[in-house]
Antibody, heavy 126, light 109 residues
Framework: QVQLQQWGAGLLKPSETLSLTCAVYGGSFSGYYWSWIRQPPGKGLEWIGEINHSGSTNYNPSLKSRVTISVDTSKNQFSLKLSSVTAADTAVYYC????????????????????WGKGTTVTVSS | SSELTQDPAVSVALGQTVRITCQGDSLRSYYASWYQQKPGQAPVLVIYGKNNRPSGIPDRFSGSSSGNTASLTITGAQAEDEADYYCNSRDSSGNLDVVFGGGTKLTVL
């Protein structure tokens, strides 16, 4: 059974860089998209970005200038860096495994995140 | 980028059927996936693809899609189904960004 274990600093000061890592246990790293998602207090889910096993990335346009997602396939880990944080970056951050596919005639596509980390609470405060 | 729109809140009487909807242009090309999130917990996938349930998800949860609208139906809602529900897909317009709906708070009365 695949599990994601995430860790990183939970308290940051404004302008610092958020750094989180997610390790994949019990499953293959290739063939999936590995995402970071965040959830500010009392609000909904916001996708931050994703990476696949070969290192191809895709970022939320609203965060793209500050986000870097990287992968270490030798350790089955992927990481998030978010620079120049402010109080608005205070949130619970989740890592998740994503799958994409299509119906047999490619008339329809599907995407879903089937495994999630437990979340890391990150607070930005001076 | 594409957006997914959900009603902020829905309520259902215990044992009755409730439908939670999600609208967006990307849903004309992508099946929505649905997640249940209870307070203090990570989201849990409940429906994916045309109408598939991961192992361990009760069969009272089902999904459907028509045009630009996806629906999550709970048939015979239980008290433990009270939670926030989010829909999700990819933006079909070319950049393939991942998008979430704003979430629906389900109250079981």
């Amino acid at each position: 059974q695949v599990q994601l274990q995430q860790w990183g600093a939970g308290l940051l000061k404004p302008s610092e860089t958020l750094s989180l890592t997610c390790a994949v246990y019990g499953g293959s790293f290739s063939g999936y998209y590995w995402s970071w998602i965040r959830q500010p207090p009392g609000k909904g889910l916001e996708w931050i970005g994703e990476i696949n096993h070969s290192g191809s990335t895709n970022y939320n346009p609203s965060l793209k200038s500050r986000v870097t997602i990287s992968v270490d396939t030798s350790k089955n880990q992927f990481s998030l860096k978010l620079s120049s944080v402010t109080a608005a970056d205070t949130a619970v951050y989740y890592c998740a495994r994503g799958l994409v596919g299509a119906t047999i005639w490619k008339t329809y596509y599907y995407y879903y995140m089937d495994v999630w980390g437990k979340g890391t609470t990150v607070t930005v405060s001076s | 980028s594409s957006e997914l729109t959900q009603d902020p809140a829905v309520s259902v009487a215990l044992g009755q059927t409730v439908r939670i909807t999600c609208q967006g242009d990307s849903l004309r090309s992508y099946y929505a996936s649905w997640y249940q999130q209870k307070p203090g917990q990570a989201p849990v996938l409940v429906i994916y693809g045309k109408n598939n349930r991961p192992s361990g998800i009760p069969d009272r949860f089902s999904g459907s899609s028509s045009g630009n609208t996806a629906s999550l139906t709970i048939t015979g809602a239980q008290a433990e189904d009270e939670a926030d529900y989010y829909c999700n897909s990819r933006d079909s317009s070319g950049n393939l960004d991942v998008v979430f709906g704003g979430g629906t708070k389900l109250t079981v009365l």
